[in-house]
């Protein structure tokens, strides 16, 4: 089955993109497309403690089990919000 | 105006990106009381994106320039400044003095430690952060879930996306500091579908994200309150400095 991964944050920069369609096998749970995302963007990999899931707008745990067509947000908590200069590059 | 407006104390933490623009958009609604609190002095490289702030500001106090351009905006909301850092002893004193809670501050510790006593003193707080061209918030408040529900291992997340490393896009912190104002009027006037959910933003690619976030059983932060109903909100003390 195919699900909809949409990458926020850092964890965007780190992956190289902001969306990816990826081919899970069926019942695979959160914790299973984050494994196969590691294997594709092994970048996301030190995120694995901090990195929390969205399945269609509603927060999941890792073993929410997956159905074809889901949506999945993968957000990391953002900490900044008063210092340093700009940089464009970031995020 | 609503009554609830004028009648509110908000406490604003951090007068840089996000603080500046939440506090002005406060002012201009007419609420009635802010506490400003913040160690730091007015550097030129805050300039930028720290509109209360100007040239003529450099070496002083921030919540003193803030406060100083705030009273010109509007001179009807009371303004109170503290100019040290927010410690677990200070921050329990405030919070029970205020009706909500503003995080624009810089940092995990920080933000952990204004959630804590947030919970602790059953005060609503609204929770942002920002880098690059992205950012997040969410309203705790003493019935929902927490930002330790959101994120178990932030305090151990090093490669938690902070502006220190990442860099903060202005504009962006200003889009954040403007919401968390309008979140703060939302529950203050019992509007409160926005509550406990995380709104994220990322500018390059136009996309928001409103998530809703159940409490944890096992958070270290709230994890005695669920199921309990509401925390307490004691409402006692007084506030010196």
């Known amino acids: 089955m195919k699900v909809q991964v949409l990458f926020f944050a850092s964890l965007r920069e780190l992956a190289g993109t902001h969306a990816s369609q990826i081919v899970v096998e069926d019942g695979a749970t959160v914790a299973d497309l984050w494994g196969v995302l590691c294997a594709r963007h092994p970048a996301v990999e030190p995120m694995s403690t901090s990195v929390s899931f969205a399945v269609n707008q509603e927060y999941t745990d890792r073993d929410h089990p997956l159905a074809d067509g889901d949506e999945v947000a993968l957000i990391p908590p953002v900490s900044g ?9 970031a995020c | 105006m609503s009554s609830r407006i004028t009648a509110a104390h908000i406490a604003i933490i951090g007068l840089g990106g996000l603080g500046c ?15 400003l609190v913040d160690p730091d002095t007015v550097e030129l490289s805050n300039l930028p ?5 100007t040239e003529a500001d ?7 320039s803030a406060a100083d351009s705030l009273a010109e905006l509007a001179s009807e909301t009371s303004i ?40 602790a003193t059953g005060t609503p707080y609204c929770y942002a952060g920002v880098v ?3 950012g997040q918030t969410m309203v705790v408040t003493p019935d929902t879930a927490c930002l330790r ?12 996306a902070s502006c220190e490393e990442a860099g903060i896009i202005g504009p962006v912190a200003g889009l954040f500091g403007a919401m968390q104002a309008v979140l703060a009027l939302e529950y203050l006037t019992n509007q409160r579908r926005n509550v406990g959910r995380l709104v994220s933003y990322d500018g390059l690619t136009e996309r928001w994200s409103n998530i809703s976030v159940p409490i944890s059983a096992s958070c270290r932060g709230c994890s005695d309150a669920a199921g309990q109903g509401p925390r307490p909100k004691e409402r006692t003390g007084a506030w010196t400095t």
């Not at chain 1, 919000?81 to 590059?89: H, I, P, R």
């Not at chain 2, 450099?58 to 003193?64: D, E, P």
Request: proline fraction near 2%.
């Open chain 1, 81 to 89: 919000g008063c210092c340093a200069e700009a940089d464009t590059d």
């Open chain 2, 21 to 35: 623009p939440a506090a002005a958009a406060l002012v201009r609604c007419g609420i009635g009381k802010l506490t």
């Open chain 2, 49 to 53: 994106r720290q509109h209360l702030h």
């Open chain 2, 58 to 64: 450099l070496g002083r106090t921030k919540v003193q």
């Open chain 2, 80 to 119: 109170a400044t503290i100019d040290t850092a927010l410690t677990r002893e200070n921050a329990a004193k405030l919070f029970k003095l205020t009706d909500f809670v503003i995080d624009a501050t810089d940092g995990v510790s920080t933000k952990l430690l204004i959630n804590d006593i947030s919970i």
């Open chain 2, 132 to 134: 690059g061209f992205c």
């Open chain 2, 149 to 160: 529900c959101l994120f178990p291992d932030f305090a151990d997340a090093e490669e938690a």
